[in-house]
């Protein structure tokens, strides 16, 4: 007589190692990639007029035109919905040129960190900067959105310069960014409002911090 084996619970090895292939497709209509930037950008625009604590879904949904329910289907939180919009902020570490200076390379890097602290960036960071003090996801997405890549530029100019010759190896360097570019973030998110600096003004002042910048890395 041929014995049958019971069906495998969910817990069984055999079932966990079943193919990708035998499983159910997933169903639904595609997200829309063009609805999901309305959204994130209505998030951006409702938090630098009335601030994270006053910000609601509803108001978002209302200034991107969707539903609550739409918005609902793909973040689940403000909190999940406001650092998707920072997300939206992280600068491309590869848009860094070569300049072929030490000088040069914290030149241009200075200029855009100055463009961006007067613009829609500085603005969001102002308007998330005290929450993130409460609330560590926040805080996280604020620093993998504005810090940790104007960092690894730093880092990378600096270790181009070494290996140039133009100044000794830096000890430390995962603090170079902070030494580098924290100054400059001091002078405009303390200001009332960052976005009404124009861009000469950003420019130049970016500029006077250079010389400083250079001295910290051990450029004469």
Known sequence: MTRTAPPASPDDPRTLRRPAAET??????PRDA???????????????????????????AARAGVSTATLYRRWSSKDELVIAA???????????????????????????KAAALTGEAGRLMQALVGEAAQNTALADALTAAFLE????RVGEAVRRAAERG????????DLLGAVVVGPLMSRFLLMPRPDQ????????????????????????
Do not use: M
């Not at 063009?34 to 509803?58: H, K, M, N, P, Q």
């Not at 133009?166 to 360097?173: F, H, K, L, Y």
């Open 166 to 173: 133009e100044i000794d190896s830096v000890p430390d360097a």
């Open 34 to 60: 063009a609805r999901d930037r309305a959204i994130l950008d209505a998030t951006l625009a409702v938090l630098t007029e009335s601030g994270y604590r006053a910000l609601t879904t509803a108001a978002v």
């Open 86 to 112: 920072a997300a939206t902020h992280v600068e491309d570490v590869r848009t860094q040129p070569d300049t072929g200076t030490l000088a040069g390379d914290l030149r241009v890097l200075l200029r855009d």
């Open 24 to 29: 159910a497709p997933r169903r639904g209509r």
């Open 197 to 220: 600096v124009d861009a000469a003004t950003a420019q130049a002042t970016a500029d006077r911090f250079l010389p400083f910048a250079l001295r910290a890395v051990g450029a004469g």
């Open 149 to 152: 890549p104007v960092h690894r």
